[in-house]
């Protein structure tokens, strides 16, 4: 079936690390897209690519960092210099080019602090 | 700029009642228009669209009209189930904004049996 995974499902972080969290599609879309959610609020725009090798900020881009060198996957790192890095996120791809279509959702990565 | 108001929740009925979520937008081009929900620790799952003035999009017994003259796109169902106990987000895309999804803040329904 087709579709996005996201991994790990719970993760954990340490003060001071770095940590990355997957995300592959097998859709053959252009576009990929990550989110934070934080509790009872709405998503808000981490990073976004519409092609592979290129990628813009979104509105909170600030201590995240992405990379897209492969059309099926666009991986999200959450740097130490995220101070309040605690919510679940969620990875979207979409065909791109065009607004009448949809984007598709992974079921999300939790991160918390330790 | 583009922006999506929803219904603050939450939202709590008795399963067979009547469900409506307010939504109305504001875009500087001509948006397409969508529904999803987000299931407990899931992520979201497209509900219905509509992309022109006067499309219906109705799926699972959820239906939404997309009215350009009073920039809305309510959703409603008739008879909820304790099933339909989720989160439901409203949201646009144009095409002058990069093709991304602007997204309403969410609205929490509880359905009781």
């Known amino acids: 079936d087709g579709g996005i995974t996201q991994s790990p499902k719970y993760l954990f972080r340490k003060e001071g690390q770095n940590v990355t969290l997957s995300c592959e599609q097998n859709?053959?879309?252009?576009?990929m897209y990550w989110y934070r959610q934080d509790p009872g609020q709405g998503l808000r725009l981490i990073y976004y690519?519409?092609?592979?090798?290129?990628?813009q900020k979104g509105d909170i881009a600030e201590g995240y960092s992405v990379s897209r060198e492969k059309k099926e996957s666009f991986p999200l790192t959450v740097t130490s210099a995220q101070k309040n890095p605690t919510a679940f996120y969620l990875c979207a791809s979409s065909i791109g080019d065009r607004w009448d279509q949809p984007q598709h959702f992974g079921d999300g990565t939790r991160l918390s602090i330790l | 700029g583009n922006s999506v108001t929803q219904m603050e929740g939450p939202v709590t009925l008795s399963e067979e009642a009547f469900l409506t979520i307010n939504c109305t937008y504001t875009a500087t081009g001509y948006p397409s228009l969508f529904w999803y929900v987000q299931y407990p620790g899931e992520g979201l799952q497209l509900l219905l669209k509509?992309?022109?003035?006067?499309d219906k999009g109705s799926n699972k017994g959820f239906e939404a009209t997309y009215r350009k003259e009073t920039t809305s796109f309510h959703l409603e169902k008739g008879s909820v189930q304790v099933s339909d106990s989720a989160v439901y987000f409203c949201a646009l895309s144009v095409r002058s904004n990069d093709y991304k999804l602007s997204f309403g803040a969410g609205t929490t329904v509880t359905v009781r049996a």
């Open positions: 859709l053959n879309h252009d576009a």
């Open positions: 509509a992309t022109k003035a006067d």
């Open positions: 690519s519409q092609i592979v090798n290129d990628f």
